[in-house]
């Protein structure tokens, strides 16, 4: 059968992630710290909003693009927030969340063979969509030490003739880690003196703890050569709405339209209700998400540091990643007999790149207890193996 299928297809590698979900899934009694999706049920006030629609009989289409009511919205929001002005009739697209809206931007630049500079480490999907859009993935490292902050340099030792994009995912999944105005300098400096397009995934924009997050496009110069990727799931619960945005300069727009006519038609009408009671009612809903999500942050990073698992602090998104490395095990191997031991499920970073192994993601979207009984498996299961740290005094997770 393998001769029906295409090459492709074939080559691609299966999620990591999914295959921790299918084994945890099969087991009893899991508490799981590897679903990166909001455990808060979308805000009352943006249901009825969903609900609304429905009753009022919006079971169709709408326009490819999205309703102008919520491309005007998008649109106003982010002149709100950045000072971006996007026309919203055609710099504006809404999308079946960000993963089409990734798949759209990929295929729009990409030419067979074409190379993207993808940030690791990075959500799974990231250099899959890189190679079913015809593209090749170039892996650009990051590393603990400089706070998984990419580099001009390293972004510069990957550059060649075929290079034609930089792929970003901050703040990050699966570190946690947002980007200094520095460092973003210092990419828009790479892409301006290489030519290339930043295909910027900030989809956990408002999902940042101590300062503000930047929006890529509005570093000097960047705004023409910039694609910027949001959307509804994360910050507003909204997960299984799918609903996504682009805004981007219209030759870039205009061409993923054409894409996403024939691919999609349009994204969901009672989910893009929902998403323009949010974005125009929603502000407070994010702030107080955000907040019982810090309290969360602190309590697992601590808990992991507690336990000799060091953890660099996550600024944004909601996941940390502590290093193993005190267990001397791969982080496969630990996240396997974690699981099948303390029946705690947890992410191997390596599946998120080359850059992500020797560590874990946790991701902290769940309710304090379900953390606090976590970090009481995982004390457990370092104790058995005598690798817990010399205590002075008793454990957070006590």
């Excluded at 709405?241 to 981007?248: C, P």
């Excluded at 992410?347 to 850059?355: C, L, R």
């Amino acid at each position: 059968m393998n001769r029906h299928l295409s090459k492709n297809v074939q080559n691609l590698r299966p999620s990591g992630i999914r295959r921790y979900f299918d084994i945890a899934a099969s087991c009893d009694d899991v508490v799981t710290l590897g679903i990166g999706e909001p455990d808060f049920v979308t805000p009352a006030h943006i249901l009825e909003a969903g609900v609304q629609s429905l009753r009022a009989g919006e079971t169709g289409y709408t326009s490819n693009a999205g309703t102008a009511e919520l491309r005007a919205a998008i649109a106003a929001h982010i002149e709100r927030r950045y000072g971006l002005i996007y026309a919203s009739e055609d710099e504006v697209l809404v999308t079946v969340g960000v993963s089409e809206a990734l798949f759209l931007a990929l295929k729009t630049v990409l030419d067979a063979g074409d190379e993207v500079l993808v940030v690791e480490p990075c959500f799974v999907a990231n250099p899959a969509l890189v190679e079913m859009t015809g593209g090749v993935p170039v892996p650009v490292p990051t590393s603990a030490k400089d706070g998984f902050q990419v580099t001009g340099a390293a972004l510069e030792a990957r550059i060649s003739p075929r290079s034609k994009a930089i792929l970003l995912s901050y703040p990050n999944n699966p570190t946690g880690a947002v980007l200094s105005r520095e460092r973003l300098l210092q990419v828009a400096e790479v892409a301006r003196k290489h030519d290339l397009v930043v295909i910027s995934d900030e989809i956990y924009e408002r999902l940042v703890y101590g300062g503000q997050h930047i929006n890529f496009a509005t570093l000097p110069g960047m705004r023409e050569r910039t694609i910027v990727l949001s959307g509804m799931s994360k910050s507003y619960a909204m997960t299984g709405w799918r609903i996504g945005y682009i805004t981007a300069p219209h030759p870039f727009t205009q061409a993923m339209y054409k894409l996403h006519q024939y691919l999609i038609m349009s994204a969901p009408t009672m989910g893009q209700a929902a998403a323009l009671q949010a974005i125009q009612h929603g502000e407070d809903d994010i702030e107080a998400m955000r907040r019982r999500y810090d309290q969360r942050r602190r309590l697992l990073v601590d808990g992991f540091n507690s336990l000799g698992l060091r953890c660099f602090e996550p600024r944004g998104a909601f996941y940390a990643f502590p290093s193993i490395a005190i267990t001397g095990m791969d982080d496969e191997a630990f996240c396997e007999a974690l699981l099948e031991e303390a029946r705690l499920a947890l992410i191997p970073g390596s599946a998120f790149g080359a850059s992500g192994t020797g560590y874990v993601r946790a991701s902290y979207a769940t309710s304090e207890a379900n953390i606090r009984e976590a970090l009481t498996r995982l004390e457990r299961f370092l104790s058995a193996r005598s690798l817990l740290p010399q205590r002075t005094a008793p454990a957070l997770v006590a």
